[in-house]
């Protein structure tokens, strides 16, 4: 069945975009949304709550939403469309429910377990699947504890569930980027720069011989004589 990871940054309009990927599913049976965070406090943190009530409004009242540590028995046991939203929140509960934040082999042995059956439940899921997720690794390394083993652990979770997904979608200030095709770690990397042999691999570079790793230009001089230059058009 059809799997989709969106992927992107705070406020990058992932959710937005998983919502309405969802929006073409037929009212009945609707949408299993699920709900996998710690459940909002409006006391202890009013802002997360209010961060949640913004989502809650956005869903159509004939989806239901499911609130639920157990995401990989939610896919498994889905009868319509499913939408998470988001594994971030879900690392975030996994490791607060084992209350393992200072204990980083144990939060890692826990979130790797559980994400191991996450994709097992999407190799066999009865319907599509809409997953959302943080990228959290392009910025600056967090400088307490809790914080790098939550980057970590999110990381780990993401190309685990990117590998048995169908598409993978990346959103990016607005701008929705499909990954779907693009190298993966675990396969052949591209371009391979090695795979040229015989002659072709021991001239490969060499003066006098055409190489698909053209070198770039390391003066004026040279830049200037490349057709289409300003210095060669005067």
Known sequence: ???????????????????KIMAGAPADPGVA???PGPVPDPVQDPEWAARVAVHQKRRPEHWTTIETADVPGAVASTDRPMLVDCLGTWVTRLVDDSGTWSERDRARTVVQSAADRLCLALRAAP???????????????PDHPSGRLFRDLLGMVNVAVSTECTHVLWVVAGRVLDLSTAPTITGPPRPDLFAASGTEAKTAGRPGTESTLRPRPTSEDELSQRPGSARTAV
């Open 1 to 19: 069945m059809t799997s989709v990871l969106i992927v992107g940054g705070v406020r990058s309009g992932k959710s937005a975009y998983a919502e």
């Open 33 to 35: 949304y699920v709900a």
């Open 127 to 141: 319907a599509p699947v809409v997953l959302v997720s943080n990228e959290v690794g392009l910025g600056v390394v």
